[in-house]
């Protein structure tokens, strides 16, 4: 009998010990401890619990949940809106300790609460309305701040209460004053750079858009505005400087799908999807077409416009680096640039949406992956505008090479025949509008097939260049001077009478037979021209009528024995007296 009451007191014990043991709540539990034993204070990573709760539970109910052990800094995701954590903290000291308890991340959320416990008793709260931010005295910048004091020897219990809009994201530091004036002082820095480098991208595409005016540099513009708005709204640049926090703040960040928008706006334009790469073109206009539905979308409703925004840009950066690879494999040169940066993109971004979505844990580059994503990316870009603005420049520098050698004599360099049609019609309309004469030499190398026969074709060649050079020289610059080919040059004389262009090829007839040729040291050769000069008739003349005159007067000058200058109409006899004088 006594074996079996020993049993059954067994028994019973086990049993009460398994019922207190599964029915204890979280409430009963502790927090997670963490002993203050030095002077100074700068806790950055410790333990902590959370809890995920629905928004409006209250404190009382909060405490009797059970919690899940982490460390200060944490990542839940879009499905954890509202968050609370706790951690106990003791001074081991003998001296009582001031403590700040900083909630870096308070500028995305829409509401933080402190909640301080001693002994048992819920004694001191601060809850803050980051729709009334700027209100609260402890909202220092971005950031959310509690200070406490803990007595020598005492430990208190302190609840942290996170409610975002979307993701859950946070870190919890604890310092002392002298610490935590340090931590506020050098928050933003690094987010200032960043934002820094893409103003000074915007500037510098503003210069390139004044040199080449290309769509391509409006849509790359608008993506650093969108970008450098984003990263400085939400890494909480925005908060620092200006104070937006709450709704406010989270209507800008439309940004964030302004900014893919206008990514794939600019490979359209650079890229010339449309007409180049029509297939690659239907992809990106289908995920753009995504891109505003949602843009639209978070114009109602933003809080639920951000739960797509991950997965969006999971599938906007798929899609572009298939798109991006499509059209290098189809050579287009700056592919391969644009792939760089956008796996830069890529591979900063996808570390983001892991660490958004809970799947990877906190980390600098974790957390700030979509800034340095868009960062390196951006200075690519950059680089993609300008060497686009240098190709086209030696595009356009080549087409201006080729319409220069269409319309250029390529032995003399002067203009062609081709070129002075053009060129003498355009001045004839301007001498009618403006009633201002014209004329027209017929230029004549005297013998010149005599020149190739006895001294060869290279000394002919010096001959022509010779002549060339002494034409471009003496004439005026809104004169045209042309080869028609052989020995044969064109001179239009603008705004000049008949006499004065008579006048002209005197002077040009005397220079010519002055001009010498060397062959060697010892030996020049001398050439003479024969001129026929011909008025342009504006009321009923056109150029070819001109030139045709002044060809008739230049078979006159070498029919009447050449170089000498005859006017069309009037007799060679009396330009051979006039010679001769």
């Known amino acids: 009998m006594s074996a079996f009451s020993c049993r059954l007191a067994g028994l019973i014990l086990l049993t009460l010990v398994i019922a207190l043991s599964g029915g204890s709540s979280a409430y009963a539990s502790e927090p997670p401890l963490t002993v203050l034993d030095e002077p100074s204070i700068e806790l950055e990573n410790f333990p902590i619990e959370y809890v995920v709760t629905e928004p409006g539970e209250a404190f009382a109910q909060v405490r009797s949940k059970q919690y899940t052990h982490y460390e200060s800094r944490l990542a839940l995701g879009t499905d954890a809106k509202s968050v609370w954590l706790r951690f106990r903290l003791h001074n081991s000291l003998a001296n009582a300790r001031e403590v700040f308890v900083h909630f870096p991340e308070a500028y995305h959320n829409r509401a933080v609460g402190f909640y301080e416990v001693r002994g048992g008793q819920l004694t001191n709260t601060a809850e803050i309305d980051l729709n009334h931010a700027t209100e609260s005295p402890y909202m220092v910048r971005e950031q959310a701040v509690y200070a406490t004091e803990i007595g020598a020897g005492e430990t208190i219990t302190l609840y942290v209460h996170s409610w975002s809009y979307s993701h859950q994201w946070f870190e919890v530091q604890v310092y002392d004053e002298a610490h935590s004036r340090d931590a506020l002082a050098g928050t933003m820095l690094d987010i200032a750079l960043m934002v820094g480098i893409l103003l000074a991208l915007i500037i510098f595409n503003f210069l390139l858009y004044i040199s080449a005016r290309s769509l391509d540099n409006v849509f790359y513009a608008l993506y650093l505005i969108s970008g450098a708005l984003w990263i400085a709204l939400s890494y909480g640049l925005l908060g620092n400087m200006l104070g937006l926090f709450g709704e406010v703040a989270l209507q800008f960040h439309l940004s964030l799908m302004t900014m893919a928008i206008f990514l794939i706006l600019f490979m359209t334009a650079v890229f010339d999807t449309r ?306 004088n």
């Open 275 to 580: 007409k180049s790469f029509p297939r690659e073109h239907k992809v990106l206009l289908f995920l753009l077409v995504i891109l505003v539905a949602d843009l639209i979308y978070g114009l109602f409703d933003m809080v639920a416009a951000l739960s797509y925004a991950s997965s969006i840009a999971a599938l906007m950066i798929v899609l572009t680096l298939s798109v991006g690879i499509s059209i290098w494999r189809k050579g287009h040169p700056l592919a391969k640039f644009f792939l760089l940066g956008h796996s830069f993109f890529f591979i900063f971004n996808a570390l983001a949406v892991l660490y958004y979505k809970s799947i990877l844990d906190f980390s600098y580059i974790t957390k700030h992956g979509v800034g340095i994503g868009i960062m390196l990316e951006a200075l690519m870009l950059a680089f993609i505008v300008a060497y686009r603005i240098k190709m086209l420049e030696q595009i356009k520098a080549s087409e201006q090479r080729l319409r220069i050698e269409a319309q250029t004599d390529s032995l003399t360099l002067l203009h062609n025949r081709r070129y002075f049609y053009r060129r003498a019609n355009e001045l004839l309309e301007k001498a009618r509008a403006q009633s201002v004469p014209m004329a027209v030499l017929a230029i004549d190398i005297d013998d010149f097939k005599q020149v190739n026969d006895h001294f060869g074709h290279q000394v002919g060649d010096q001959v022509l260049v010779k002549l060339a050079e002494l034409l471009r020289t003496s004439c005026r610059s809104n004169d045209v001077v042309a080869r028609f080919g052989g020995e044969e040059f064109v001179v239009l004389l603008y705004r000049t009478s008949l006499s004065s262009a008579e006048a002209i090829a005197q002077t040009l007839r005397l220079a010519c037979k002055e001009m010498q040729v060397n062959l060697s040291e010892s030996q020049e050769l001398s050439i003479t021209v024969s001129i026929g000069v011909a008025e342009v008739d504006l009321n009923i003349s056109s150029i070819e009528l001109a030139l045709h005159d002044a060809d008739t007067a230049l078979y006159q000058a070498k029919g009447g024995g050449r170089d000498r200058v005859v006017v069309y109409g009037e007799s060679p006899e009396l330009e051979m007296t006039t010679e001769s």
